[in-house]
């Protein structure tokens, strides 16, 4: 058993979201089209050029009718926290207007009423995956400075509207993954390998200037509020103790560190400007840009975690997992999940200290679970999974977590990925399954999406009701 005192009395416990992936309704409540509406098939093929009846996307599991019931489930887990992400298109839904939507700006005033009726803190994502499909098809998404100014102000209705209920915020999420799936990440039309590298880091900076700018407009309209980038965290081992591959290994991890590094201090590391220069990248960075960021720097550190991978300099070692969508090669020491995504929990603990060690800013683990292929069952006359598997994964996940805090790092809160099943990101099925809430909806369309509670909702409440002392070493 863990100590009852490993974690802190005002831990955040909690699940994680994304509106494309579990609201529905994409046409109605004034809801404009996003490019989740065009990319059925998640990354794993190029977009179509409207909305086909074959993305699950469109009905998902129909949180926009059914948000009262789940936040109740959530509730009866005992979340302290519930981060969910609002839909940038429900409240412009070209992206670029003046006024924005009643109507959606009203559905998340009633999800708010929901989560304060339970007492569940709201985490909420500006921006997750859905770009509005406008802003891609006219301005070649996050590629053209003008998002940055149809940014700000979507941030700042948000905070004027929702300032004084919402005390967390994350501005983006996983922005480092933009440099692997431009469209998904970035809004960006382009094809990734039509995309020439300077308006790739054009992108990234354009983001970033915008990260600062809703950073500084929370702190004006919503001076409670905190605000916190996300970062998918992947740390990165040398694949043997060759200092070639030690140094792969590094060159590979910081790609993914200098979003925080940035975030954090305000400013662009050296090794980052190194690595532009090399690949002949020619940024437009202005005067007001350098103060914006150095200026407007996060609260805390939020990221997901789910893989470890590893990285060598010997080109005839790249053994490349098929769960590798983020660079790195495979790790042989590692076993996988049905996806290819290598389970590291001890990765967890490492990165959470490189990341407290790194910017001594407090951690937020928002994503982290098992996708899998779940069975329903009936035991005694109630559906349900016997989801040991899932249960397995969290605990020595959560157990690694524990570590880092008794290393002395500060962690607010874990949020585990898909609390309740959904539309999978990367590849848009309903069949890679991550929560502790069954939702009847398949593949194919079908299903009644009536919910059953897994094996894990009731372990998952025994953690948050222990807070933390049931779980096993």
Known sequence: MTDST??????????????????????EGGKGLSIQDVMPQGITTPRTDGP?????????????HRYAEDIALFAEMGFKTFRFSIAWSRI????????????????YERVLDECEKHGIEPLVTISHYETPLHLTDTYDGWVNRELIGFYEHYARVLFARYGARVKYWLTFNEINSVLHAPLLSGGINTP?????KTDLYQAVHNELVASALATRAARELAPNAQVGCMILAMPVYPLSPSPDDMMASLTTERTNLAFGDIHVRGEYPGYYLRSLRDQGVDLVITDDDRAVLKENTVD???????????????????????????????????KESEWGWQIDPVGLRIVLNQFWDRWQKPLFIVEN????????????????V???YRIAYLNDHLVQVGEALTDGVEVMGFTPWGCIDLVSASTAQMSKRYGFIYVDRYDDGSGTLDRYKKKSFDWYAEVIESNGASLTR
Not at 8 to 26: H, K, R
């Open 6 to 27: 490993t974690f802190p009395a005002d831990f955040l416990w909690g699940g994680a979201t994304a509106a494309n992936q579990i609201e529905g309704a994409y046409n």
């Open 52 to 64: 086909t009846d074959d993305n699950l996307k469109q009905v998902a599991i129909d949180f926009y």
């Open 92 to 107: 412009f839904p070209l992206g670029d207007e003046a006024e924005p939507n009643e109507e959606g700006l009203a559905f």
């Open 192 to 196: 990734k390998d039509q995309l020439t």
């Open 300 to 334: 805390f550190v939020s990221l997901s975690y789910y893989v470890s991978v590893a990285e060598t300099a010997d080109e005839s070692q790249r053994v490349v997992g098929k769960g590798n969508i983020m660079g790195g090669v495979r790790n042989p020491t590692l």
């Open 369 to 384: 679970g098992l996708g899998a292929k779940d069975e329903l069952v009936e035991i005694d006359g109630r559906k349900t």
């Open 386 to 388: 016997i989801d040991d």
